[in-house]
């Protein structure tokens, strides 16, 4: 598959600071900034390098002159080897306070760092072929996919070699190192979208035709998906990708948005608000006026009905008699010690030579490979060291943004929050079996991605006795797939204490009046939202 694609940059800058920073210096070349900052200190950093420094991922933690970063990993489709995994140890234990955070883009996240500990940590990444380039910043962002493709038995199409080829194309190259904004792109074979193509800027998604009544399998495309306060369901583009097809498309759709993105409003600078102008036409037409070359066009297409598995629990690969286990985190929270006992047990049970384990988009890990036999024990071994395999629907469905305790955005509390919620929940709500999906978001930037939950909680602020304290603003009916949609809002400022039992109160309410078959989003959307509001 060809990586020579080359199309030079033609755009015209916009008048925000984050414009003219980007024209002074390239995000990309402040790599050794890094490094000269890791010997002078904080205090010498300038101020215009802060912004820079987003582009190796590194952020600065609340507050903002602590003279402490995040770091986030790139992990191209969540897929790493056990080395790979033992590094996210060593760093989580040596500088980040011995934890990590899984993102709702299959990548890693530490806090507690300093600039002085970049040299080691960056050393000892690219060690084991990890880097942090592009992670963050106006660039392309880490490109997710099925942490189980290759191995899912029914998925349509193996994404990975298309993924990786996407991931080399872009990370480090120059041509999209000035973005409008963040680019997100998905490219995955699943059969249930795992890799939430409504939600990305691109999201390459798996496709099936018929041809002389033989099925055939390839890839369709979504474009202008996106969260945040103002967010947005991808377009589908009307053409069937064959693999070769895929490389060129996602890069005359970054061109598009390089090129004709808006520019002169940061709030209006993602690549969901062109499309959402221009439409998918025009988008399509763009990139093939572009390219000089014309896409299949394809009219029919079947999303699934619940495109938000996580793949957990322990399924059967396609690999005859080879198994993948997954692991649930309750908000993606997970310490150092417990990453080591996952790459130590990865080697010791995968099929030999086979040790990778997958992150996942909902904050989650899969160890793949597993032969039958080994199974057991090593059920044995993660009970033992407290891992859940056999996660509650409450855990499986639990996603969190990082929340008030490192962001500089958010207003409440959700990663400790969301652990507390998903033990209460299993405690009081022991006999509620079905799906249940409950994101929380600090903040009107989403990050949890609340809108597409079953129950979504955004972060607030309101007045009790007469001071501010934290509350949740509460959402129902979030679904992507068919007939995706934005879940609405039920209810306001609710305040901590009050969230488990309104959860119970819509749950135990779902139970007693749905249709048969029908999921808790549909129930929502049908139920009168009064009646709802009543049971709260």
């Known amino acids: 598959m060809t990586t020579s694609l080359s199309t030079p940059r033609h755009f015209v800058p916009g008048p925000t600071p984050q414009e003219k920073l980007k024209l002074e210096k390239d995000g990309l070349d402040v790599i050794h900034d890094l490094f000269r900052y890791a010997t002078t200190g904080f205090k010498t950093i300038a101020e215009d390098d802060f912004e820079r420094f987003k582009w190796y991922g590194f952020y600065r933690q609340k507050p903002k002159d602590s003279g402490y970063f995040m770091l986030r990993t790139k992990i191209p489709g969540g897929q790493l080897n056990a080395d790979q995994l033992e590094v996210m140890a060593w ?17 890693f996240q530490f806090h507690w760092l300093t600039v002085t500990d970049v040299p080691a940590i960056f050393s000892r990444l690219n060690s084991v072929g990890m880097t942090t380039s592009g992670a963050c910043g106006d660039d392309t962002r880490n490109v997710t996919g099925c942490p189980v493709a290759g191995i899912d ?3 349509i199409i193996d994404g990975t070699p298309i993924l990786q080829a996407v991931n080399r194309h872009f990370t480090d190259n120059r041509e999209f190192s000035n973005l409008p904004r963040k680019f997100k792109i998905s490219v995955s074979g699943c059969r249930i979208h795992c890799s939430q193509p409504d939600i ?4 390459v998604f798996g496709l099936e035709r018929e041809i002389n009544g033989k099925l055939e399998a390839g890839f369709g495309m979504k474009v202008g998906g996106g969260l945040s306060s103002s967010p947005h369901l991808a377009q589908t583009l009307p053409i069937f990708l064959k693999p070769d097809d895929v490389l060129p498309a996602v890069h005359y759709a970054a061109v598009v948005f390089r090129d004709f993105g808006y520019r002169e409003k940061r709030n209006r ?11 998918a036409e025009k988008v399509l037409a763009k990139m093939e006026e572009l390219s000089g ?5 394809h009219s029919e297409f079947h999303f699934p009905t619940d495109p938000d598995s996580d793949h957990l629990g322990i399924q059967e690969q396609k ?15 997970v310490r150092g010690y417990q990453l080591q006992t996952l790459a130590a047990l990865s080697k010791k049970y995968a099929a030999p030579g086979l040790d990778r384990i997958a992150t996942t988009n909902k904050q989650n890990l899969i160890l793949l490979h597993i032969p039958e036999k080994n199974l057991e024990p090593l059920k044995r071994e993660l009970d033992e060291a407290g891992l859940v395999w056999n996660a509650s629907n409450f855990r499986k469905g639990c996603v969190s943004c990082t929340g008030i305790e490192f962001c500089n955005l958010a207003l409440v509390e959700t990663k400790n929050r969301m652990i507390g919620l998903v033990d ?3 405690r009081e709500c022991a006999d509620y079996k079905d799906n249940i999906r409950i994101h929380f978001s600090g903040c009107t930037s989403s990050c949890g991605q609340h809108q597409i939950a079953d129950i979504g909680f955004r972060g607030a602020m309101t ?13 129902v009916g979030g679904k992507l797939g068919d007939h995706a949609r934005f879940n609405e809002l039920l209810k306001g400022k609710i305040l901590p204490g009050d969230i488990h039992s309104s959860i119970g109160k819509l749950l135990r309410h779902y139970q007693a009046h749905r249709l048969e078959g029908e999921s808790f989003a549909d129930f929502a959307v049908r139920a009168p939202k009064d009646e709802l509001r009543a049971v709260l």
């Open 269 to 279: 600078a993602r690549f969901k608000f062109l499309v959402a102008d221009w439409g």
């Open 200 to 203: 990305n800027c691109v999201g």
């Open 153 to 155: 038995k029914d998925e």
């Open 463 to 475: 007045r009790v006795n007469g001071s501010m304290t934290q509350c949740f603003d509460l959402f």
């Open 319 to 333: 690999q005859p008699g080879l198994y993948y286990v997954g692991i649930s985190f309750a908000g993606g929270r």
């Open 91 to 107: 760093i989580a234990d040596t500088y980040a306070h011995g934890f990590s955070d899984i993102t709702t883009r299959a990548t």
């Open 424 to 426: 209460q929940l299993e």
């Open 293 to 297: 070359r014309k896409w299949e066009r």
